[in-house]
Each structure stands twice: as structure tokens, then as C-alpha cells.
């Protein structure tokens, strides 16, 4: 039987792996505020920026279902996750990102698996905000049924895990959109 990790190997994997500041979150769950600090509807997705053409990656264990492009959001991927709410799937939307051609429907995704580099926003009347990676969980895929992240971070309710290389995510874990900055 394995010993947990003391508090303080805790606090010092966390120092070194990152909070997600490290990440730029730069919108959370249910924010009405978004990446530049305007005034938006509420949101029931996070957003994680970064520079457009930098990598996203994997936040679960999953397949890939869907990809799509829509005029306001642009480029984004469907992932059924290996989690489940009131014995029904969840899954993740990634919005704002081109997938590799080989993220296609039916490909197997770990945490850490990159998927696509994230895409500048048109500044249309849909979205004026900088680029980011929109991150949702949505009971069966619907858009009407958002549910809160927090739970399923790897490291814990409410500390949004920074994915380091080497670093093995549980099942039923989530991490970060994007890699340690």
C-alpha cells in the first residue's frame, strides 16, 4: 500500500507544475467577463490564452467525435471523455482551434496529446477578445447542459492542473488545455 505525499510534496508539485496563472486562464466557469475584460454574456466554458499557432492539447482521455468550423467561433473539436455525470458522458468542446489533420473523428486522445494550435478571433460581433482556448463539459454533448470543471482536475477541486511532461493523469482527471508555459 503506497503512502500519500505529504502537504509539503504537494505544495512543491504544485510550485513546479504551475496554478493555472501559469496557464493564463484568463476567463473561468460561468465568467462574464472575458479575455480582454469586457462584459460578455455568461460563459460556461473556460478560456485558456496564448499566442495564435501556439499548441492545445488534450484535456482527458477521450475520442474525438466531431470536428467543425463555425463562422463565430472558428475551428473546434468534440471530445467524448472516458467521465460520466448522472450515468450519462460528458463531453469537451474545444473552440478557437484548428485540429491536426490526424485529430479526426474516432482517434483515441490522452492528457497531453497535442490537437491543434489555437486560432486568432475575427473581432467579429460574436467574439472580441484575444486568442485563447475555449474549454467546455457538457452533459451528452448538449450545449444546454454545462457543468462545472472544477471537480475534475487532476490535482484537486478548484486548482486547474498545469500538464507537465512525464506527468500521468488518472482516469476521470482532467488538465489543462494547454502545456507549462
Not at 15 to 25: I, K, R
Not at 56 to 80: K, P, Q, W
Not at 123 to 138: D, F, I, K
Amino acid at each position: 500500500m503506497s503512502k500519500a505525499p505529504s502537504s509539503a510534496v504537494v505544495a512543491l508539485l504544485l510550485a513546479v507544475g504551475g496554478p493555472a496563472a501559469a496557464q493564463d486562464m484568463c476567463s473561468g466557469y460561468q465568467s462574464s467577463i472575458n479575455c480582454i475584460g469586457k462584459k460578455r454574456p455568461l460563459h460556461n466554458g473556460m478560456d485558456f490564452g496564448g499566442p495564435a499557432g501556439s499548441e492545445a492539447i488534450s484535456a482527458t482521455y477521450g475520442t474525438v467525435v466531431e470536428r467543425n468550423f463555425d463562422e463565430c467561433s472558428g475551428h473546434g473539436l468534440t471530445v467524448r471523455t472516458d467521465f460520466s455525470l448522472y450515468e450519462s458522458p460528458v463531453y469537451v468542446r474545444y473552440a478557437h482551434v484548428e485540429g491536426y489533420p490526424r485529430i479526426q473523428r474516432g482517434v483515441a486522445l490522452k492528457p497531453g496529446d497535442p490537437i491543434g494550435t489555437l486560432i486568432p478571433l475575427r473581432h467579429t460581433r460574436c467574439h472580441g477578445s484575444r486568442t485563447h482556448v475555449h474549454y467546455e463539459l457538457r452533459v451528452n454533448g448538449d450545449p444546454k447542459r454545462p457543468i462545472d470543471p472544477s471537480p475534475y482536475w487532476a490535482d484537486g477541486p478548484g486548482k486547474v492542473t498545469c500538464f507537465r511532461e512525464g506527468m500521468v493523469v488518472p482516469p476521470g482527471k482532467a488538465i489543462a488545455p494547454r502545456r507549462c508555459d
